[in-house]
Antibody, heavy 116, light 107 residues
Framework: QVQLKETGPDLVQLTQTLSITCTVSGFSLTTYNVHWVRQPPGKGLEWMGAMWNGGGTDYNSAFKSRLSISRDTSKSQVFLKMNSLQTDDTAKYFC??????????WGQGVMVTVSS | DIQMTQSPASLSASLGETVTIECRASEDIYNGLAWYQQKPGKSPQLLIYNANSLHTGVPSRFSGSGSGTQYSLKINSLQSEDVASYFCQQYYDYPYTFGAGTKLELK
């Protein structure tokens, strides 16, 4: 069945780089898109960016040049990397499968705290 | 960016009641709208896509409607398991944006 699972650190130091891996199963990254969405504690959802099935990417300009998304199709993995972390980057980070714009499957998320 | 204004922010309703949540987009999003349910500590679950299409496995008491800039999610005959937060999302244009959410509680 379709599954997505995020793995990454619980804690990242201020100004350091965050790296999260989304490992998918039950579908191919060359058929479906995978998006990254984050949610600060007690708040709403924010779209970060997408890895398209063709290998291209799109980013929310709110993250300027801090954000990078890549993939390894042989391992069914999508990677998020974001540098210069600030305390307001503390959030739960989700990867989700794109289905014509909406997200039909989500990972369980990884809660990342940025510590000073 | 397209702004999604969701209302109400919170809602208290009784079992069996009908509930409606609204989302207004800052411009026409041509039915590029989804609704999600999120329970505490869990990831969002897709309920409705393309404004009015029910996702596989979602109970038929959930329905979506609307067009242009105005959209709504209706829950008929509220059940205890419907207690959750609900979010709308537009995917007509980048960056995709979400409403701030509606927290639904039982009265």
């Amino acid at each position: 069945q379709v599954q997505l699972k995020e793995t990454g650190p619980d804690l990242v130091q201020l100004t350091q780089t965050l790296s999260i891996t989304c490992t998918v199963s039950g579908f191919s990254l060359t058929t479906y898109n995978v998006h990254w969405v984050r949610q600060p504690p007690g708040k709403g959802l924010e779209w970060m960016g997408a890895m398209w099935n063709g290998g291209g990417t799109d980013y929310n300009s709110a993250f300027k040049s801090r954000l990078s998304i890549s993939r390894d199709t042989s391992k069914s993995q999508v990677f998020l990397k974001m540098n210069s972390l600030q305390t307001d980057d503390t959030a739960k980070y989700f990867c989700a499968r794109g289905a014509y714009g909406s997200y039909d499957y989500w990972g369980q998320g990884v809660m990342v705290t940025v510590s000073s | 960016d397209i702004q999604m204004t969701q209302s109400p922010a919170s809602l208290s309703a009784s079992l069996g009641e009908t509930v409606t949540i609204e989302c207004r987009a800052s411009e026409d999003i041509y039915n590029g709208l989804a609704w999600y349910q999120q329970k505490p500590g869990k990831s969002p679950q897709l309920l409705i896509y393309n404004a009015n299409s029910l996702h596989t496995g979602v109970p038929s008491r959930f329905s979506g409607s609307g067009s242009g800039t105005q959209y709504s999610l209706k829950i008929n005959s509220l059940q205890s398991e419907d207690v959750a937060s609900y979010f709308c999302q537009q995917y007509y244009d980048y960056p995709y944006t979400f409403g701030a959410g509606t927290k639904l509680e039982l009265k």
